[in-house]
């Protein structure tokens, strides 16, 4: 289970504040991703990065940012402009052809 | 665009019984399949994936193409067992996952 690590593990937000979310992976992998969890709707996925400097947006991108300027880092920031960020974020990590490593989540929820 | 369904979001069976998750998928070409799963404050992760053929924990799955499932089956559920588990399919290389909306297994004593 180890080698990703999320922080923190819960998150508040006040209306109208960006927030960043930390993911952390030491598996030396190439690919990293991040979804979001809800209740009955599974994992969507948010943004996704191949390799350093590069990403690419997924089926829920509005309203979230990313950047990859290190492979062990991918931080997730929720903007003011994401109108429902209460949710579970996965981040996920994975080699090429290979399975894909979860963290353990952030639970963020606005007040 | 590729699809995973999971019928079922509650599935209740008795311990002992024979437990069998449904997942079909919509892809025309020859995708990879996988089942994850989510036990209790614990993090996703993976349980198998159809290119390995294994039996892990007692579960089992067999990609079906001319049905586009990938079924996962148990001939006997244990309580451990009681988790949420999500099918999910990628069409290779480092592309990301699609996942279905999930099925929780409750196991009942």
């Known amino acids: 289970d180890g080698g990703i690590t999320q922080s923190p593990k819960y998150l508040f937000r006040k209306e109208g504040q960006n927030v960043t979310l930390s993911c952390e992976q030491n598996l030396n992998h190439d690919a990293m991703y991040w979804y979001r969890q809800d209740p009955g709707q599974g994992l969507r996925l948010i943004y996704y990065s191949q390799i350093v400097n590069d990403f690419q947006k997924g089926d829920i991108a509005e309203g979230y940012s990313v950047s990859r300027e290190k492979k062990e880092s991918f931080p997730l920031t929720v903007t003011s402009a994401q109108k429902n960020p209460t949710a579970f974020y996965l981040c996920?990590?994975?080699?090429?052809?290979?399975?894909?490593?979860f963290g353990p989540g952030t639970r963020l929820t606005v007040l | 665009a590729q699809r995973v369904t999971q019928p079922e979001k509650l599935l209740s069976v008795f311990k002992g019984a024979p437990v069998e998750l449904k997942c079909n998928y919509s892809y025309s070409g020859s995708p990879e399949l996988f089942w994850y799963v989510q036990y209790s404050r614990q993090r996703l992760q993976l349980l198998l994936r159809h290119i390995s053929r294994e039996s892990i924990k007692g579960f089992t799955a067999d990609l079906n193409k001319g049905e586009t499932s990938f079924h996962l089956k148990k001939p006997f559920a244990q309580e451990e067992d009681s988790a949420m588990y999500y099918c999910?399919?990628?069409?290779?290389?480092?592309?990301?996952?699609?996942f279905g909306k999930g099925t929780r297994l409750s196991v009942i004593a």
């Open positions: 996920a990590s994975s080699r090429v052809y290979n399975e894909q490593f």
């Open positions: 999910a399919l990628r069409i290779g290389g480092n592309t990301p996952l699609v």
